[in-house]
């Protein structure tokens, strides 16, 4: 039961009061965050797009200007400062998540040493400003699937004991089994997912804690809650910083350092008695009845409505700066700073709990989550597997039934069929990747950064867990359009349609996933597949135009659509073997016209000249797409990772 943290709160709490004799024998124990000089510069476009001239014109924007502060463990550092001021840019570059790091100075020491690239995710908690949960999920499962992410060495016995703890820690336990919930139906509140949140982080027993806006979009009551419950989480010896927007004056007493950021700059960092009186000597003093947030934000805000107003707020913003770092506040932090760099017994850098699980346990703990969320979605189950047949109702509606009459459109029947089961198939997985995949992208990108997992082991997952479903799908589907349309009355020919049917119905869904890795609007990776399918069934079925007569470019093209060898494979199954009649035996010559072919072989032999032989070939091509592209989707995720971790 080390739950609350080691050292003795009451302890770690007398060492928060600031730098003194007596806080530098204590120092020794507790651990410390010092932050120095940090500054962070980005380049940007001086204008958009269609501003041509101005759009090949760059400028040095500097979001970060020579930050420095000093935290120690059972202190809690609320960062203030109005909107763009760099709070959590301030954030992501303590905890080592900025990108474009060669644009990044200054130093960030943890305990005296400097993090190793791989020790910061290690080391830090961060919860982001927006909520990444699973919405089918009751808080405990979703709490559980992550500690077993996290902690699987560890008893079952023992999760469920933590699971139980951290959720009695942050005041889940009697909503426990409520369900989270999303925009589209309601589970439990914003509140309760914020909390949700740091449990999930609180399951690792991290030492530093780092929390972007935990309050916004929370009422009052609600809020400052959170803050409370974040102060007593400090004070178990932990150390939390946390931006807030306009917190309540009666939140003033709970934090240990409140920061003021404006234009990147640390205003003032201090305790909050020290912010009284410093601001009081800089002859702004908070009146009674205003609260002290407040007051202080729009004070060292810079308004940029006029630019007569811009460079007088602006001016007094750098007077109020140069102040404070010439005062005794930030002498001291800068001392303080120094003393842990030298100080000789320091305690190793504080890390998360973490008995990671192997890669193989990883995946079993995704797909077990992700079957579990998915299987609560009524409405998913039920468009999964119903999609393939409510189009094969239509096309069976539309069609009726074949016939061996080439008079009566035996040969057109089959084709505008084929061309049907070679399309839209595919389609089908494409909508099911772009509408289930993202939201679970969103969490693996979430979670791949605190180092739970990978963002690609999540792909896979996701995939094993969707191929049962497609099975099913695609066996009613061609279950049904077969047997009812009439194609070739023989068992094994239906299991080679079921079979091709299925493989192109993956595959969209496959290609579907390698486009989400490295394209995030889901809308553009809609339209695009639906492109690209479109593309596929043109030039490479066959049916829209004989592969033939297509020029030479098109027909190596041919060769790297799914729909060529789809389209071939279900051609040769259906015609193979096939006789035709033709009209009654009073028909006229002018219809014998459309009776050129007496048997299906000739209709491939002219159409698909070859494809008999190809047949057995064309079928393994189309099966090798799928191992293929789930191999493309991993790399596709992989480079993902590449992109977000920068
Ligand atoms: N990678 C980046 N490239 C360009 N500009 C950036 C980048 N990261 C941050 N910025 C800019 O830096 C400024 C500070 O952003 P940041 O998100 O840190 O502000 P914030 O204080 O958290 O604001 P808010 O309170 O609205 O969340 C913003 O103007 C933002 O546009
Ligand atoms: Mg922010």
Redesign the pocket.
């Known amino acids: 039961r080390r739950m609350l943290g080691r050292g003795s709160p009451a302890l770690e709490r007398s060492s928060s009061g600031g730098q003194t004799g007596e806080a530098k024998a204590m120092a020794q124990l507790s651990d410390s965050i010092s932050v120095r000089g940090v500054s962070y510069t980005?380049r940007?476009r001086v204008g958009p797009w269609w501003n041509v001239s101005l759009y090949h014109k760059k400028w040095t924007?500097q979001?970060l200007k020579d930050v420095s502060f000093h935290i120690e463990s059972g202190q809690i550092m609320g960062i203030l400062?109005?909107?763009?001021?760099?709070?959590?840019?301030?954030l992501d570059a303590i905890s080592g998540r900025l990108?474009?790091k060669d644009n990044f100075f200054g130093e960030v020491y943890v305990n005296g040493r400097q993090l190793k690239k791989e020790q910061f995710r290690d080391c830090f908690s961060y919860v982001p400003?927006s909520d990444t949960l699973l919405s089918f999920l009751t808080i405990q499962e979703s709490l559980t699937y992550t500690a077993l992410l996290t902690l699987q060495k560890r008893s079952n016995d023992f999760i469920k004991k933590k699971v139980d703890a951290v959720m009695a820690e942050l005041s889940l336990s009697h909503i426990a089994d409520k369900i989270i919930g999303s925009r589209i139906f309601v589970g439990i509140s914003g509140g309760e997912r914020r909390r949700v949140s740091i449990a999930a982080q609180l399951l690792q027993d991290p030492k530093i804690m780092l929390l972007d806006?935990p309050t916004t979009g929370l009422d009052c009551l609600t809020a400052n809650q959170i803050v409370s419950l974040l102060s007593e989480l400090a004070h178990r010896d932990r150390i939390v910083i946390m931006?807030i927007?306009q917190p309540r004056s009666e939140l003033f007493r709970l934090f240990d350092k409140i920061a003021i950021?404006s234009f990147?700059e640390l205003v003032f960092c201090g305790n909050p008695m020290e912010m009284i009186t410093f601001f009081s000597n800089c002859g702004y003093s908070c009146p009674e009845q205003s609260n002290p947030f407040d007051f202080y934000v729009d004070l060292t805000s810079v308004d940029t409505r006029s630019k007569e107003r811009e460079l007088k707020t602006y001016s007094r913003v750098q007077v109020i700066v140069s102040a404070y770092k010439n005062s005794e506040i930030f002498s001291k932090v800068l001392a303080a700073i120094e003393r842990t760099k030298c100080m000789k017994e320091l305690p190793p850098i504080p890390l998360k709990n973490k008995d990671s699980p192997s890669a193989f346990y990883k995946l079993w703990i995704l797909l077990r989550r992700t079957t579990r969320n998915f299987s609560r979605d009524k409405m998913g189950i039920i468009m999964r597997l119903l999609q393939n047949l409510l189009f094969g109702l239509f096309v069976a509606f539309f069609l009726l039934r074949l016939r061996s009459d080439l008079v009566k459109g035996a040969v057109q029947d089959r084709v505008g069929l084929i061309y049907q089961c070679v399309s839209a198939p595919p389609y089908t997985g494409m909508l099911n990747a772009v509408a289930l995949f993202p939201p679970l992208r969103a969490i693996s990108d979430q979670e791949s950064k605190d180092g739970l997992y990978k963002n690609w082991q999540m792909l896979l997952a996701y995939i094993v867990h969707f191929l049962p479903f497609s099975v099913i799908s695609v066996a009613i589907f061609s279950t049904f359009i077969y047997w009812t349309a009439g194609l070739y009355p023989d068992a094994s020919r239906f299991g080679i349609f079921f079979a091709v049917v299925l493989a192109s119905h993956v595959i969209g869904e496959l290609l579907t996933l390698v486009i989400l890795g490295v394209v995030q609007n889901p809308n553009i990776v809609q339209s695009g597949v639906v492109l690209l399918n479109s593309a596929g069934v043109i030039v490479g079925t066959g049916l829209v135009r004989t592969i033939e007569e297509m020029p030479t470019p098109f027909k190596i093209l041919s060769y790297l659509t799914f729909q060529k060898y789809s389209s071939e494979v279900l051609t040769v199954n259906e015609f193979y073997g096939l006789n035709f009649t033709c009209g009654g035996a009073n028909s006229s010559t002018a219809i014998n016209a459309a009776c050129i072919f007496s048997n299906g072989i000739q209709f491939i032999e002219k159409n698909f000249p070859g494809a008999l032989s190809r047949f057995t070939i064309d079928f393994l091509i189309l099966y090798a797409f799928l191992p293929g592209l789930a191999i493309v989707a991993i790399l596709s995720f992989k480079v993902r990772e590449r992109i977000i971790g920068r």
């Open positions: 980005v940007e924007r979001i400062g109005n909107s763009g001021s760099g709070k959590t840019t301030l990108g474009h400003q806006e931006t927007h950021m990147g």
